[in-house]
DNA sequence: TAGATTGTTAATCGATTAACAATC
DNA sequence: TAGATTGTTAATCGATTAACAATC
């Protein structure tokens, strides 16, 4: 019922509602929206009607309705827990990170093979050996990983995680780590990549 | 001729082809890097034949004519000078992030507004206060600016990098920077939007 | 009512895929 | 030659858009 593509924008759409009820908005129209966004008018409005009616013709859309709804597709109405695996600089930076906890992402354990590193704080969480990963996936029902670990160790680390059970792996290190019949979702964030992008999009640019 | 699909797949051919060469790979066939990226064989040939024959029948494509072929297009064949703008934990973490300069992106500068961390190191750095960007831009003819400052600061900071000349910016802060009728390129990498795609896509795997 | 904006249609546009002739 | 794999076609699938009737 929800395309692919629609999906990939609710965040964003959530994100904006958000920051406009932050501001004391309580309406918004799908002109606005798209605005913000870079959308067309056209797209947000079929994309929230994947939901129904939630709109009011003449008026527009009430913020909290639709922060409502989106959340609760995306599984944002809910606490996450989530674990943080490579304690080097990018993984430090994201376990500071307050977008996290603010959309309801709840990290409950770091993880390094560095022993020099373990024992050691990270914020309120107490470095671990990756070897006691297991154990506190099962205990709190750990569904999430945030992987960051160098290129060289992300596909055996996964490996690792999918077997210990974990759903979801948010992939930082620049390799695919998805195995061909696994059941573990990845999302993956490449920063090189991002750069590459917009290299050949301002090289287009000016011609 | 080149679709915006296949261009935003070019980074990911390329980081896989590369690390081929690194275990000593001469030739490749589609249905190699299809499995090792998950797209498809049909998809590999034919994102590939936008550059026209580059492969053998019968035989595959030879790695280091895609590479030269791909970077080229990338425009990572040459070196681009970049910026840093915001030297939070995060900034801290890409300024040290081996995967930029590994593809032709070199940092030439950093800057804060927090008046405590001007001067101070940063690798080999030092930080430098916003008010002195447009200069460094201008003298260093820097084309790309990465922007890791928080979320209330960053719409003004992306227009102070316009105006400084900056070609496209590489936005971490959770807000659209992208004015209307501007001509700066950005693409956006909002780590929380990544991580609740993938709590979606956790969500609907488990139904 | 008059003005505004949604929800939805129908057309268009773009991307993916299977299949296979071409050819190494 | 026989086997393998590309390059390309044609069909399908999916996403976007303009337009406007419905309706607040």
Excluded at 36 to 56: A, H, I, N, P, W
Aim: glycine share 10%.
């Amino acid at each position: 019922m929800l395309s692919d593509a629609t999906i990939g924008r609710l965040p964003l759409y959530l994100r904006e509602l958000q920051q406009l009820q932050r501001q004391g908005q309580t309406r918004v129209q799908s002109g606005i929206l798209a605005r913000r966004l870079g959308f067309t008018d056209s797209q947000v409005r079929r994309d929230l009607s994947s939901f129904g009616s939630l709109g009011q013709r003449g008026v527009g859309y009430d913020i909290r309705g639709l922060i409502a709804t989106i959340q609760n597709t995306l599984g944002s109405d809910r606490a996450w827990n989530v674990i943080l695996v490579g304690v080097g600089n990018l993984g430090r930076a994201l376990s500071g990170y307050r977008g996290f906890e603010q959309q309801g992402f709840r990290l409950v354990g770091a993880f390094d093979i560095d022993q020099s590193k373990i024992g050691m704080k990270l914020g309120q969480l107490t470095i671990q050996s990756i070897d006691a990963v297991d154990e506190l996936i099962q205990r709190e029902s750990v569904e999430l990983a945030i992987l960051s670990v160098p290129a060289a160790a992300a596909v055996q680390v996964a490996q690792k995680l999918e077997i210990a059970g974990i759903a979801g792996i948010l992939n930082f290190a620049p390799v695919t780590v998805n195995q061909p019949r696994s059941h573990v979702t990845v999302v993956n964030v490449d920063l090189a990549v991002e750069l590459q992008r917009l290299a050949y999009a301002v090289l287009r640019s000016k011609e």
